[in-house]
């Protein structure tokens, strides 16, 4: 059940890649752009829960990339467990809490039921 779906792209523009926020599979899948592309998981796949290395439903998914167009983060959307998480892609999907995750509530330091994630540009990329 796909909720979201963020693009890679290289640093000429082109699609490298999508991001899929796969809802209840509790887990972001990377499916690579070309015909028949095979999918690798970035983020959560193990199992539904609030541990670093798990996703609770998945509903947004963004992309944080350097200007060479390499990936820096995902950032996830974990619905959930009331919080944003940010993913960096060398750690095998281990996440770290960015927003949120001090349960569903109207604080300062939680979130209700986050549904997607955006980046703000800076000024000078």
Do not use: F, I, W
């Not at 209840?24 to 983020?43: D, F, K, L, P, S």
């Not at 959930?80 to 996440?95: D, S």
Request: with cysteine.
């Amino acid at each position: 059940n796909p909720m979201d779906v963020a693009l890679e792209q290289a640093a000429d523009g082109s699609v490298v890649a999508y991001l899929v926020a796969d809802y209840r599979n509790h887990r972001v899948q990377r499916c690579a752009a070309a015909e028949g592309g095979a999918c690798t998981t970035v983020a959560g796949g193990n199992g539904n829960g609030p541990a670093a290395n798990q996703l609770s439903s998945p509903a947004g998914v963004a992309l944080e990339q350097a200007a060479d167009g390499s990936v820096v983060a995902y950032l996830v959307a974990d619905y959930e467990n009331h919080r944003v998480q940010r993913c960096a892609p060398a750690e095998g999907g281990a996440c770290t809490t960015v927003a949120g995750g001090n349960g569903n509530g109207p604080a300062a330091n939680q979130l209700s039921s986050p549904a997607g994630v955006a980046l703000e540009q800076a000024a000078d990329g």
